[in-house]
């Protein structure tokens, strides 16, 4: 089981009093892909939690 907290990096952002907040995934080569999208569909249970760590894992495997 892969512990989503330790690969994704929340961060908030004041702009404009509009608080933003971004979930980021760092793949192995170092690009930096935002799952925001995913995990809000998550919470919305649009789709599961396995259906994000999929997304995980398909981009670290294909960052190398």
Do not use: A
């Not at 995913?38 to 599961?48: R, V, W």
């Amino acid at each position: 089981m892969v512990n989503v907290s330790s690969i994704l990096t929340m961060s908030t952002n004041n702009f404009l009093n509009n608080n933003t907040m971004q979930y980021i995934l760092t793949c192995p080569n170092g690009k930096k892909i935002d799952m925001s999208h995913d995990i809000l569909l998550q919470m919305e249970n649009k789709i599961t939690r396995q259906d994000v760590l999929d997304r995980i894992e398909f981009y670290k495997l294909t960052n190398k």
